[in-house]
Nanobody, 124 residues
Framework: QVQLVESGGGLVQAGGSLRLSCAASGRTFSSYEMGWFRQAPGKEREFVAAIRWTGVSTYYTDSVKGRFTISRDNAKNTVYLQMDSLKPEDTAVYYC?????????????????WGQGTQVTVSS
């Protein structure tokens, strides 16, 4: 069982930066693949970024490549999402998720554990 708590959301102007954090409970955090998803008002939840349990491989949706960076610190049981050059279309509730190894990092159905979400609002 893994419990996830996101933090770091807020209101920022376009072009600004935010860093989201996701703190996980449990001693087996390092064995989980981690992902970030987001859901904008009136839209379905979508994949944003993911990182393998080793931290070596990372994956991003095209719209955030070059602007967002996912990382993890297994010693702190924490995964991060550094968001730079933010745009109004990045406005959404951002969710952290964890899954067991194997399979696609892009498929939210593979993630068994989810945080409560943190709101990110980018003003123009």
């Amino acid at each position: 069982q893994v419990q996830l708590v996101e933090s770091g959301g807020g209101l920022v102007q376009a072009g600004g930066s935010l860093r989201l954090s996701c703190a996980a409970s449990g001693r087996t955090f390092s064995s989980y693949e981690m992902g970030w998803f987001r859901q904008a008002p009136g839209k379905e939840r979508e994949f944003v970024a993911a990182i393998r349990w080793t931290g070596v491989s990372t994956y991003y949706t095209d719209s955030v490549k070059g602007r967002f960076t996912i990382s993890r610190d297994n010693a702190k049981n924490t995964v991060y999402l550094q968001m730079d050059s933010l745009k109004p279309e990045d406005t959404a509730v951002y969710y952290c998720a964890a899954r067991s190894r194997g399979g696609s990092s892009y498929d939210e159905r593979r993630y068994a554990y989810w945080g409560q979400g943190t709101q990110v609002t980018v003003s123009s």
